[in-house]
């Protein structure tokens, strides 16, 4: 727990470094110039929780694995105002699977949950130390996805594909820092607000967690 929080602190830490070494000219642009520019980021989970787990029973020799929390995700933003941008979110939610090996069959069952979202970043400037620091809050609303495979092998092959949808939401706090003319680091924190869905998918029939997560975007 020390090491992984070590490693967060130090990944909030390494963006403001970078940037007291840039000069103001050296800023992509300014509190002023946000209006109809674009942002594309590829954003990584710093959450992600993997687990594995091996069970023996009567049943048979079950292995069980799981990546919970984002794993990564890529986003478009567009500016409508200076401090007012429409975001548009895809990215991996949790991914698990499962084996069990018994006498005679082997299932196997995995599972993917992809949040796809729409929703506001809002800056308030009065915030921000700098041009080349900018906080937000970001509210985001849609569909998750959740889908499933399930493999059963004895004397056939049986595959069963499950599809569900269920409603998302997520609610979270950030900050963006300008590395060049083109580039931007940023962090974010949050929570995903998942509904269940009406049949398990995976593992588990609700999907909500927390987010912490870095980011790379390109300006333009």
Do not use: H
């Not at 992509?28 to 946000?34: V, Y």
């Not at 687990?51 to 478009?76: D, F």
């Amino acid at each position: 727990m020390l090491k992984g929080n070590l490693i967060i602190t130090l990944l909030f830490l390494f963006p403001i470094t970078i940037t007291a070494q840039i000069t103001p000219d050296e800023t992509l642009i300014n509190s002023n110039q946000l209006k109809a520019n674009n942002n594309i980021e590829v954003r990584i989970g710093l959450m992600t929780k993997f687990t594995t787990e091996n069970n023996i029973s009567l049943r048979g020799v079950a292995v069980r694995s799981s990546n919970k929390g984002l794993l990564g995700a890529v986003s478009y933003t567009r500016w409508l105002k200076n401090d007012l941008a429409l975001t548009i979110f895809c990215g991996v939610l949790n991914v698990n699977a499962d084996v069990l090996v018994a006498v005679g069959s082997v299932r196997t069952q995995s599972a993917t949950i992809i949040p796809f979202l729409f929703g506001v970043k809002y800056e308030p400037f009065e915030l921000n130390s700098s041009d080349k620091v900018r906080t937000y809050i970001t509210m985001l609303i849609g569909p998750v996805f959740g889908d499933a495979t399930n493999v059963i092998i004895n004397n056939s092959v049986t595959t069963e594909s499950i599809s569900e949808t269920a409603f998302g939401s997520f609610l979270g706090v950030g900050v963006d820092i300008s590395i060049s003319r083109l580039f931007m680091l940023g962090m974010r924190g949050g929570y995903y607000f998942v509904t269940d869905f009406k049949e398990r998918v995976g593992f588990e029939k609700n999907y909500s967690s927390p987010e912490i997560s870095a980011s790379l975007g390109i300006l333009f």
